[in-house]
């Protein structure tokens, strides 16, 4: 008996043994998830703050290239306002149509790229680098700065409004000489995301009806044209037209007719700011469309049947060369050496070879040019003086990017896209100072 006692007592002692171990099992899991939870949530709220952290950063990134682009237009208008003086103006010659714009993404790597970009710039002025402090914004954190100006381009709120017949009239010319040659006959012969067709006429005017504030249906004869009816409401994403201005470029997508294949052929050279007159000096080079579409729509009446504007391919190749010569000239001085070259292009370069007959070099170089097999096609001073002007830029367009590196293959980056109106008055400024009271963004977006 007192055996079989002792040996069910082992028997106790030894299960309750065996609970105790499972309940440490247990406590010991228990705590385990706990702390691995806890650890989790740590590392994931570490991880979120520096996210935040390195967000706030490359956003003052971006805002300090904005800033840069400020101080690049700043300066810039200093320097137009030096070119006023003829003297001056002749003295820098074909650096006349200098733009500060040109070497500011330059500038920016100079002053926020990585140390290899910093150090083969500062080079190339013979500086040594790493010699001037305060270049460079930390470790793994870099920003960018691209700079246009938006005066060679289209304004298409220039068709806003009631009843303004000149000016549409004259945004009308424009955008039908530009929509014209006939090699863009592939896209207004194929129908839009709907199914519908839209000649050269319906898309000019519809986007003239679309930011005019009647319900009318622009004519150009100036004669009742009818009611709009665009049928924006009947696609599977259903509209109404704004009649009012573009709020942006981008806007001109919902457009009838302006297509993916319209937009990517002249987005870049229309716009939705400033005035309604597009400057010459402005233009770049490969927007020489539209500086073909701004003399068939400035010729003569005589003119119609002149070779160089039958022949879109010649017409090409004189906006090209043209844009090449005011390259050469610093720009055009005004609308009427403007008109002079296109109409007489020999006498306007000889001209331009004899104030610039400094050297032997330079006689030879105008005659050369002079040569150059450009024709002549007669404009109507008062019909460019409708559509194109010269001078200063107005209006710059700042495209930046902050970023910061969090590892070699993760980056966070933050763009900044805004747009600078020099000539618009800034009603918000507390400031004193007069010359900050002209020039404010009416164009702000950042991602």
């Known amino acids: 008996m007192r055996a079989r006692l002792r040996a069910l007592l082992n028997r106790r002692v030894s299960r309750k043994r065996g609970v105790a171990l ?23 709220d570490l991880e979120g703050a520096a996210s935040a952290r390195d967000q706030v950063r490359a956003e003052y990134l971006a805002r300090s290239a904005i800033n840069l682009g400020r101080l690049a237009i700043k300066t810039q208008m200093l320097i137009d306002q030096n070119l006023k003086n003829p003297q001056a103006a002749s003295m820098m010659g074909a650096f006349a149509n200098f733009q500060l714009a040109d070497m500011v993404p330059m500038l920016a790597k100079v002053f926020g790229g990585e140390s290899d970009e910093r150090a083969g710039l500062t080079s190339m002025f013979g500086i040594e680098p790493g ?30 409004g009631l009843n303004d017949q000149p000016r549409q009239a004259i945004l009308y010319g424009v955008l039908s000489a530009l929509f014209y040659p006939p090699r863009y006959n592939p896209i207004f012969e194929a129908p839009d ?46 509209y109404r037209a704004h009649n009012h201005r573009f709020d942006t470029v981008e806007e001109v997508n919902l457009v009838r007719g302006m297509g993916d294949q319209l937009w990517g052929t002249f987005g870049e050279m229309l716009t939705v700011y400033g005035g309604c007159k597009v400057n010459l000096n402005a233009l770049k080079q490969e927007h020489w469309p539209l500086m ?31 844009l090449s010569l005011s390259q050469m000239m610093g720009g055009f001085q005004s609308v009427g050496q403007f008109v002079q070259l296109v109409s007489n292009p020999a006498q306007a370069l000889q001209t331009l070879g004899q104030n610039n007959s400094n050297s032997n070099s330079n006689n030879s170089s ?82």
């Open 292 to 322: 073909a579409a701004i003399i068939r729509a400035t010729v003569k009446d005589d003119q119609k049947q002149n070779p160089v504007l039958v022949d879109d391919a010649l017409l090409g190749q004189a906006a090209q060369q043209i």
């Open 366 to 447: 105008s005659s050369s040019s002079s040569n150059s097999g450009l024709q002549g096609i007669a404009l109507d001073p008062v019909k460019v003086g409708n559509v194109a002007t010269t001078g200063p830029r107005r209006l710059w367009r700042l495209d930046a990017t902050g970023t910061i590196k969090r590892t070699a293959k993760r980056k966070i980056e933050v763009h900044i896209r805004a747009v600078w109106d020099t000539m618009h008055f800034n009603q918000n400024t507390t400031s004193q100072d007069p010359n900050d009271r002209m020039g404010t963004w009416v164009y702000w977006r950042q991602d």
């Open 193 to 238: 995301a709907d199914g519908q067709y839209m000649t050269r006429d319906d898309v000019a005017r519809a986007i003239i009806d679309w930011a005019d504030i009647d319900d009318q249906r622009y004519s150009p004869d100036g004669k009742s044209g009818g009611a709009e009816d665009y049928r924006y409401d009947v696609g599977k994403d259903p």
């Open 22 to 44: 499972i309940v440490v099992i247990v406590t010991a899991a228990v705590f385990a998830a706990v702390m691995t939870e806890l650890m989790f949530n740590s590392s994931v």
């Open 131 to 160: 010699s001037l402090k305060g270049l460079g914004v930390g470790a793994n954190a870099t920003f960018d700065l691209q700079m246009v100006s938006e005066d060679g381009k289209i304004n298409l709120n220039c068709g806003a």
